[in-house]
């Protein structure tokens, strides 16, 4: 499968990391181009749309909205055409229908929920999240197929994605208590780790991604 992946370059991140892994994938699954991009027009055309974010959600959300036109170019093309969407941490985060990290933001809406402090049951866990941390896969996904409960991923946040909806929790791992790993929901696709720095079960991913078709 080829075509064009955008990589949305809004000034919250580094991106090199990412890029590098989704254009190893791409090349090894024959998936097309890949560009870092802060131009709608291109946004609008690409046949999988990826957002990345580090840093707090208010932060983030305030940056992308600041790049005139690409909020509405991905929303034309994840929500009328239906292209494949990954969003990365803050990325994910913001599908959320509100962020609570500093104010109250609002999210995209695109899959119900909020975005909380993480809040360990044991006040001997340090926050933010931070390391490797053990997937638990609560239901099958296309984007995570060969993943397995007990893979490995690798995690950096205080805040995390408590979805409205169980079924569109598609994995979690334990942090004295249940936290928001990977959620989903159509063409809607969004991890709270970095793919990018989790090694053999990040690439795989990436790779499941590129070829995915919902």
């Known amino acids: 499968m080829t075509g064009l992946t955008a990589l949305i370059d809004y000034e919250s991140g580094n991106l090199h990391s990412a890029q590098k892994a989704f254009e190893r994938m791409a090349r090894e699954t024959d998936a097309g181009e890949v560009v870092v991009t802060s131009d709608p027009a291109l946004v609008a055309r690409a046949d999988r749309i990826v957002l990345p974010g580090d840093g707090a959600f208010p932060a983030c959300r305030r940056a992308l909205f600041e790049h005139s036109g690409i909020f509405e170019a991905m929303d034309e093309a994840v929500n009328r055409r239906g292209v494949p969407f990954f969003g990365i941490c803050i990325g994910m985060q913001m ?60 995690f950096v946040h205080s805040y995390h994605f408590r979805v409205a909806n169980p079924q569109e929790r598609l994995a979690h791992v334990d ?19 970095h793919p990018e720095k989790s ?5 795989r991913i990436i790779a499941n991604f590129l070829g995915w078709q919902p």
Not at 121 to 142: F, S, T
Not at 179 to 191: D, E, I, L, S, Y
Not at 199 to 203: E, R, V, Y
């Open 175 to 193: 942090y004295a208590g249940e936290v928001t790993a990977v959620v989903g929901k159509g063409n809607v696709f969004g991890t709270q780790f």
């Open 95 to 154: 599908l959320a229908d509100t962020g609570r990290e500093y104010e109250d933001t609002p999210g995209f809406g695109w899959i119900g929920g909020e975005v909380v402090e993480i809040a360990p049951e044991d006040p001997a866990l340090k926050v933010p999240h931070m390391g490797w941390n053990d997937l638990v896969i609560d239901h099958a996904h296309p984007v995570l197929a060969g993943i397995e409960t007990g893979d490995h991923a690798y």
């Open 199 to 203: 090694q053999a079960a990040g690439l």
